[in-house]
């Protein structure tokens, strides 16, 4: 399935530097390339007095953003904006702050992530055009609404959380799709099919749903991307109860779940409730125990260490891990909400073309999602060495797309790392904390 992802792009402008010092000629490349674990690599090992001032604090902003360090990014962001803002452009001054309240809003601090937002748009609204401005105000109106509640407050029945799934088929027979389902699953104490995909930036659920579960509509509205454009709006369940753990005031997009197309709706019922990598950060560490069919979350959470962290967020904020596909170093986005093995796109294809050209078999797939169906030409490759998480095996088969990106989006990732491949390690545990995901292999 396509992904939910918030069509509100939050994208770097480019930094090109007049003069020449090689530190933060560096730090600039990373950041232009979207190379994250480059770039803290670089800020912890160049001397500190050869990066200039604006590349030092912008270098922790970004990666307090997408390595999951908010305890960085903010008083970053902070310092940027009260030292630095002449050195910002436009583009580069609002995408701060949309990551600045995104930081906020992730501990809690809904009301600061509004304010600052809000403040921002006031100063530069006559420079942007009217999709921007109605972007930004959505989540001014998101953060403002979640600020009269306590999002995401978890409460542990035991000494840690276990929330049981199953493997249940979706689709045509004859693709052998599989998704996971939580079970023991309440939602305002009424029993929920849920879909857990770690590829979902956002919790979703449909209209009908939202009212049969009683779920409090805000005054926020939402614009939601798959295949095609969704607007919704926001809700918020008063308690989820997944397994032995409860969380309160947890915010949902309320959206038609819907393909448009009459062949792909017969089946897409299994993404009517969705959770995803924004219940994943709260949570903040969890492993999936596939052999057990459970989901294990400890009552107290890792504090972080000086590990190198492996995972990061995207421009859209899908999760990403490092990965190896037959020699390929590459970002994987890692999707439990893709019911196949996955897909390697258009780069990979260009990377062994003549390989893949001579031993595989050209396709068509089609992909399903919010707002239509997307079909692409590719080919289906066998028996892909994959490396995940310090561990090598072998994947049956994977598609190869052929085109350059979808929807006119280009993903930061290679891979999209469906949950057939995933389900082939024993275990997978994110630390959230650390950004760092770990495999184990099945026992034979």
């Given at each position: 399935?396509?992904?939910?992802?918030?069509?509100?792009?939050?994208?770097?402008?480019?930094?090109?530097?007049?003069?020449?010092?090689?530190?933060?000629?560096?730090?600039?490349?990373?950041?232009?390339?979207?190379?994250?674990?480059?770039?803290?690599?670089?800020?912890?090992?160049?001397?500190?007095?050869?990066?200039?001032?604006?590349?030092?604090?912008?270098?922790?902003?970004?990666?307090?953003?997408?390595?999951?360090?908010?305890?960085?990014?903010?008083?970053?962001?902070?310092?940027?904006?009260?030292?630095?803002?002449?050195?910002?452009?436009?583009?580069?001054?609002?995408?701060?702050?949309?990551?600045?309240?995104?930081?906020?809003?992730?501990?809690?601090?809904?009301?600061?992530?509004?304010?600052?937002?809000?403040?921002?748009?006031?100063?530069?609204?006559?420079?942007?055009?009217?999709?921007?401005?109605?972007?930004?105000?959505?989540?001014?109106?998101?953060?403002?609404?979640?600020?009269?509640?306590?999002?995401?407050?978890?409460?542990?029945?035991?000494?840690?959380?276990?929330?049981?799934?199953?493997?249940?088929?979706?689709?045509p027979e004859k693709n052998n799709s599989v998704l996971i389902h939580l079970r023991d699953s309440y939602i305002?104490?009424?029993?929920?099919?849920?879909?857990?995909?770690?590829?979902?930036?956002?919790?979703?659920?449909?209209?009908?749903?939202?009212?049969?579960?009683?779920?409090?509509?805000?005054?926020?509205?939402?614009?939601?991307?798959?295949?095609?454009?969704?607007?919704?709006?926001?809700?918020?369940?008063?308690?989820?109860?997944?397994?032995?753990?409860?969380?309160?005031?947890?915010?949902?997009?309320?959206?038609?779940?819907?393909?448009?197309?009459?062949?792909?709706?017969?089946?897409?019922?299994?993404?009517?409730?969705?959770?995803?990598?924004?219940?994943?950060l709260q949570l903040k560490d969890l492993t999936i125990d596939f052999v057990n069919h459970k989901i294990t979350?400890?009552?107290?959470?890792?504090?972080?260490?000086?590990?190198?962290?492996?995972?990061?967020?995207?421009?859209?904020?899908?999760?990403?891990?490092?990965?190896?596909?037959?020699?390929?170093?590459?970002?994987?986005?890692?999707?439990?909400?893709?019911?196949?093995?996955?897909?390697?796109?258009?780069?990979?294809?260009?990377?062994?073309?003549?390989?893949?050209?001579?031993?595989?078999?050209?396709?068509?797939?089609?992909?399903?999602?919010?707002?239509?169906?997307?079909?692409?030409?590719?080919?289906?490759?066998?028996?892909?060495?994959?490396?995940?998480?310090?561990?090598?095996?072998?994947?049956?088969?994977?598609?190869?797309?052929?085109?350059?990106?979808?929807?006119?989006?280009?993903?930061?990732?290679?891979?999209?790392?469906?949950?057939?491949?995933?389900?082939?390690?024993?275990?997978?545990?994110?630390?959230?904390?650390?950004?760092v995901l770990t495999t184990s292999l099945l026992s034979r």
């Amino acid at each position: 399935m396509k992904k939910f992802i918030l069509t509100l792009w939050i994208c770097l402008g480019s930094f090109s530097l007049g003069y020449s010092q090689s530190s933060d000629e560096k730090i600039a490349d990373a950041m232009n390339n979207s190379d994250w674990f480059a770039l803290d690599s670089l800020y912890q090992t160049e001397p500190r007095d050869s990066i200039s001032d604006f590349f030092e604090i912008y270098s922790r902003c970004l990666i307090g953003n997408r390595l999951n360090r908010p305890d960085v990014s903010i008083p970053a962001f902070t310092e940027l904006f009260n030292t630095q803002s002449e050195n910002l452009d436009l583009g580069n001054l609002l995408n701060s702050s949309m990551m600045f309240a995104m930081d906020l809003s992730r501990i809690g601090d809904n009301k600061a992530a509004a304010k600052m937002l809000s403040s921002t748009l006031d100063s530069i609204r006559t420079h942007l055009d009217s999709t921007t401005i109605v972007g930004v105000q959505q989540f001014i109106n998101q953060y403002e609404a979640l600020s009269k509640y306590n999002p995401y407050k978890i409460t542990f029945e035991n000494s840690a959380g276990t929330i049981p799934f199953e493997i249940v088929p979706v689709g045509p027979e004859k693709n052998n799709s599989v998704l996971i389902h939580l079970r023991d699953s309440y939602i305002n104490g009424v029993e929920a099919d849920i879909t857990f995909d770690t590829g979902a930036g956002v919790n979703i659920i449909s209209k009908s749903l939202a009212l049969k579960y009683n779920l409090i509509p805000l005054e926020a509205s939402s614009t939601v991307g798959g295949v095609g454009i969704q607007n919704g709006n926001y809700a918020i369940a008063k308690e989820l109860k997944i397994g032995d753990m409860i969380i309160t005031d947890v915010p949902f997009y309320v959206i038609n779940i819907t393909t448009n197309n009459e062949e792909a709706d017969k089946y897409i019922d299994c993404f009517n409730i969705v959770v995803g990598s924004e219940l994943m950060l709260q949570l903040k560490d969890l492993t999936i125990d596939f052999v057990n069919h459970k989901i294990t979350i400890p009552s107290v959470a890792p504090k972080r260490s000086q590990v190198f962290p492996n995972m990061c967020f995207s421009s859209s904020m899908n999760l990403l891990s490092k990965g190896i596909v037959q020699g390929n170093k590459m970002l994987m986005n890692i999707d439990t909400g893709d019911a196949s093995y996955g897909s390697l796109d258009k780069r990979f294809f260009e990377n062994n073309k003549e390989y893949i050209t001579t031993h595989c078999k050209l396709d068509t797939i089609r992909g399903a999602g919010i707002g239509g169906v997307h079909i692409s030409e590719c080919y289906r490759i066998q028996n892909i060495e994959l490396e995940l998480g310090n561990n090598q095996l072998s994947v049956p088969e994977m598609v190869v797309l052929l085109e350059k990106n979808t929807g006119g989006i280009l993903y930061s990732y290679q891979c999209n790392l469906g949950l057939k491949s995933l389900m082939l390690f024993g275990k997978i545990r994110f630390n959230m904390v650390n950004f760092v995901l770990t495999t184990s292999l099945l026992s034979r």
